[in-house]
């Protein structure tokens, strides 16, 4: 990496929200699953596939820098300029594996994200893994990584074999997070094996669109079907800006609106508040791989400065440049404090005491 050393030291704490790991075991059992094809996903084997084949510099190093949460990873964020990573399971998780072995995963990667947090707690927090493929079980492992582990919300990395949050058989899940009072960071993931194939043939799968296209429909579909009529106090965390909603915040309540009214969907009903209330208080945003200040000041123009957070995306997106352009932002002392900091330490409930 470019030895950059960011020296001035600023009035907060750069609180870094999407950062993803993956344990060595998964690692080879996502490897072993691109040989035999044991995990079927279009999407999956495009993704993966690349890492397992390529023999470039950029998969190489991403794949020393995923499995590394200890000191190697630490002194690349004194290196970035970053006093805090929150790490998750990189997608697709768990998600693609039988219930059964996606929830033994989960709990031995909150096991061992947990450990490698105990030795580095004011430098290294972390988010959950669950299985949602089996709903139950999932809420069960929320809340033992919550209240015995000291995690601090969950991550689901978009679509679950195809299906969607809004499906009432996932609703245990929410119920979790809602009762514990943490956020579940809806992360991307390729496409669905339903509408992936037309991004497939011009590599347009990934974190070039796809993933934005993907995690922004499963968002929508939890709003326009009722998650937040259900659970009013869920907070939803989504990356790369809000996954283009808010640039659509008018037309969403324009057109829904409409739909209802003209009675077009059975799957289309009236909802307590507007689409757009929902995302502004149910949602907040990072600004993962999106460190760009014409959209960052749009979102938080738009969405409020108590909604917007900073998030690298380590290791797939890693521009030292990046942390500079985000401390040169034009925003007010304040609100960079909540932008770098703050926000991020009430929404994911961190301890403060680091500084
Ligand atoms: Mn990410």
């Known amino acids: 990496m470019n030895p950059q050393t960011i020296t001035s030291v600023p009035p907060y704490r750069r609180i870094a929200t999407e950062e993803a790991w993956l344990p060595p075991e998964m690692a080879q059992m996502y490897l072993r699953a691109i040989q035999d094809k044991s995990i079927p996903d279009p999407g999956f084997q495009s993704l993966w596939g690349f890492f397992a084949g390529s023999q470039s ?3 190489s190093t991403l794949f020393r820098r995923i499995q590394d949460i200890g000191d190697g990873r630490v002194r690349e964020m004194d290196a970035l300029g970053t006093d805090v990573q929150i790490l998750s399971l990189t997608c697709p998780g768990v998600q693609p594996f039988d219930p059964a072995t996606g929830t033994a ?3 031995s990667t909150n096991d061992q994200l947990a450990e490698t947090i105990r030795r580095h707690p004011t430098r290294l927090d972390g988010l959950a893994a669950v ?4 709903p139950q079980a ?10 015995k582990l000291g995690l601090r919300g969950l991550i689901i990395n978009s679509h679950i074999n195809g299906e969607y949050l809004d499906d009432q058989k996932f609703w245990d899940i929410l119920a979790a997070a809602e009762a514990l009072n ?3 960071y809806l992360h991307p993931n390729t496409p669905s094996p ?4 037309p991004f497939l ?3 347009l799968d990934a974190a070039i669109y796809g993933f934005a296209c993907e995690t922004g429909l499963h968002a929508l579909r939890m709003i326009v079907g009722g998650v937040f009529d259900r659970f009013p106090k869920l907070q939803v965390v989504l990356g790369h800006l809000g996954e283009a909603l808010p640039y659509w ?3 969403i309540d324009f057109m829904h609106a409409g739909i209802v009214r003209s009675d077009r969907c059975a799957g289309a009903r009236p909802l307590q508040r507007k689409p757009s209330e929902v995302l502004r208080q149910n949602f907040h945003y990072t600004t993962s791989g999106m460190c760009w200040e014409p959209a960052v000041m749009y979102v938080h123009k738009l969405m409020g400065a108590d909604r917007l957070m900073y998030a690298m995306d380590y290791p797939y997106q890693v521009v030292p440049e990046e942390v500079a352009a985000m401390d040169a932002l034009p925003l007010s002392a304040e609100h960079k404090k909540m932008f770098f900091q703050t926000n991020a330490e009430r929404v994911f409930g961190l301890r403060t005491d680091a500084g």
Do not use: C, F, I, N
């Open 105 to 107: 995963l989960a709990k």
């Open 138 to 147: 999932a809420a069960k492992e929320l809340e033992r990584a919550v209240t």
């Open 194 to 197: 339903q509408m992936v194939e």
């Open 131 to 134: 299985a949602p493929q089996d």
């Open 57 to 59: 510099e950029r998969a």
């Open 182 to 184: 943490v956020p579940l």
């Open 249 to 251: 915040l008018y037309r």
């Open 201 to 203: 043939s011009r590599g």
